[in-house]
């Protein structure tokens, strides 16, 4: 076991903050080198770029689900990693917030060549405290992120009483009594707590999924589930766009589960980067705009019901 790489899956779902999680691994110092996976649920990528000191080692996997039509991706990508080995301690693969966990963990106990050089060591799941409640009622991605989890972060906590959080934990609990279970704000932890755990308990998961190593086992999504993303080759005003977001969120912001982008803004070097979930927005400006980059705008939308045509319209109207 010792000589196998460790991989941890990080999960949770639209908006719950495995990226700032991710951010938060990738820089502490803690003197370790991991390779990172990211994977969107959307042509366009733009969790790889909000992935901090995103060197080679990032690799991208968009326009699909890990747990579907990307799979062969991540074994290609996990064989390629593993002649590689010596220049990175561990392997995280941040899933799109649709994917269910199972497949992805699946393919570290199906594939014989990952399995002879890769163990899986913890599927660690963010849930977002103000609106689990509200996904696991309509979303069943988010009841398995949180069934498989190994450990689970309770984030956003500052967002809801402590009635609510104690309501949201006991949810929690009534589907996986075994997860550990932590209360964080903004993703903050010892990284301890969710690195070389050696927490993933094959045994468990086939109480809970006995046909889980079949490798017929499917996931199927919400067919109401769209996304969309629109890109500007340029700068956006940020007079035109802040009304014009707002306005969109506030209207149907039910029926959208996450919206995110990354804004060139004339005259600031800076990149824009914000971040949606419903009608919650926050945005601030991020690390400068690097001289061999290409200053283009950027956003996505993932949800139901979603007016493409209006929003992609409406975002191109912002072009400065």
């Given amino acids: ?25 990738l820089t502490e110092n803690h003197g370790r080198r991991y390779a990172v996976i990211v ?24 326009n699909g689900c890990i747990c579907c039509t990307v799979r062969g991706d ?23 917030g649709l994917a269910d966990p199972a497949p992805v963990a699946q393919t570290f106990f199906v594939d014989q060549d990952v399995q002879a050089k890769a163990r899986l060591d913890a599927i660690v799941t963010v849930a977002d405290a103000k609106w689990l409640s509200t996904r696991l009622k309509d979303a069943p991605e988010a009841k398995s992120q949180i069934a498989f989890a190994d450990v689970i972060l309770v984030n956003k906590t500052d967002l809801v009483s402590e009635a609510e959080l104690l ?34 308990d094959l045994d468990r998961i086939l109480d809970l999924e006995p046909d889980f190593l079949d490798p017929g086992h499917h996931h199927h999504h919400d067919e109401a589930m769209q996304s969309i993303s629109v890109t500007i080759d340029g700068e956006v005003d940020p007079e035109r766009f802040m009304p014009w977001i707002n306005d969109i969120v506030q209207r149907d912001g039910p029926d959208i589960l996450r919206s995110k982008g990354i ?9 824009f980067v914000y971040q949606g979930v419903h009608m919650i927005l926050d945005g601030d400006l991020q690390r400068d705009w690097r001289s061999d980059e290409k200053r283009t705008s950027k956003i996505v939308f993932i949800g139901r ?16």
């Avoid at 609990?173 to 050696?198: F, H, M, W």
């Avoid at 804004?263 to 990149?271: G, I």
């Avoid at 007016?307 to 072009?319: N, P, T």
């Fill in 1 to 25: 076991m010792s000589d196998k790489i460790p991989v941890t899956v990080l999960t949770g779902y639209l908006g719950a903050g495995k990226t700032t999680l991710l951010n938060r691994i």
């Fill in 39 to 62: 994977n969107e649920f959307g042509e366009v990528g733009i969790d790889n770029e909000l992935v901090v000191g995103a060197d080679e080692e990032v690799f991208e996997m968009n």
């Fill in 74 to 96: 991540l074994i290609r990508i996990v064989e390629g990693l593993m002649k590689r080995r010596g220049k990175f301690d561990a392997i995280i693969i941040e899933t799109t």
């Fill in 167 to 200: 309501e949201v934990e006991a949810r929690i609990r009534a589907i996986n009594p075994y997860a550990r279970l932590i209360r964080t704000l903004k993703c903050q932890i010892p990284l301890s707590e969710v690195l070389d755990r050696g927490a993933f």
């Fill in 263 to 271: 804004l060139a803004f004339p005259n600031e070097p800076k990149r």
């Fill in 305 to 320: 019901n979603l007016k493409v045509d209006e929003i992609r319209k409406g975002f191109l109207a912002c072009k400065a």
